[in-house]
C-alpha cells in the first residue's frame, strides 16, 4: 500500500533526525514524542474510518466549558449537577435529531399534570427506549422544499 510505504519513509527520516549533532531541544522533544506515539498515529493510516481529531466530542463540550463560571447560581454542587445532566440531556437530544425545545416543552408539561413532579417511568422521555411514532412526532422536521 501507499500509504504504509510513506510511513516507512516517515519513520525513517524521523530516525535520521533524532540521530543528527546539535539536534535543537524543540525538535528533539518532537520527534520523540512522535517515537513514543507511533503505534497510535498509523492507526489512522492503517484505518481511515477513524477520525484524526475529536472535534466533535470537543465542540459539543464547548457550551459547558465556557459557560461553566458564567451560569447564574454555579457556585453550588446542586447547580453544577443540574447544569451538568441538563447538557447531557439537550446532547443526547441533538444527537438523536430531536427537537430540543418541543422536547422540554412537553416533559415539563408532563411534570404538571404529574403534580410537578418528573414520571416513574422515563421511557417516553428517553430517545433509545421511545417507540418509532414517539420519535418522529419529537424528531427535527426539514421545512418542506
Aim: positive net charge.
Amino acid at each position: 500500500m501507499k500509504s504504509l510505504r510513506l510511513n516507512e519513509r516517515i519513520a525513517s527520516q524521523r530516525d535520521k533526525e533524532l540521530v543528527r549533532l546539535r539536534l535543537a531541544e524543540k525538535a528533539e522533544k518532537v520527534l520523540e514524542s512522535l517515537v513514543n506515539h507511533w503505534e497510535g498515529l498509523c492507526r489512522f493510516i492503517q484505518n481511515p474510518d477513524i477520525p484524526m481529531d475529536n472535534n466533535i466530542a470537543e465542540q459539543t463540550l464547548r457550551g459547558p466549558v465556557v459557560g461553566r463560571k458564567n451560569y447564574y447560581g454555579s457556585g453550588s454542587d446542586w447547580s453544577m449537577e443540574l447544569a451538568a445532566w441538563f447538557f447531557t440531556v439537550l446532547a443526547s437530544l441533538k444527537i438523536w435529531r430531536i427537537n430540543q425545545k418541543l422536547w422540554l416543552k412537553c416533559y415539563l408539561e408532563a411534570c404538571i399534570v404529574n403534580e410537578r413532579k418528573p414520571s416513574e417511568d422515563l421511557s417516553q422521555w428517553l430517545p433509545w427506549q421511545m417507540d418509532e411514532s414517539r420519535l418522529k412526532e419529537l424528531r427535527i422536521h426539514d421545512p418542506p422544499g
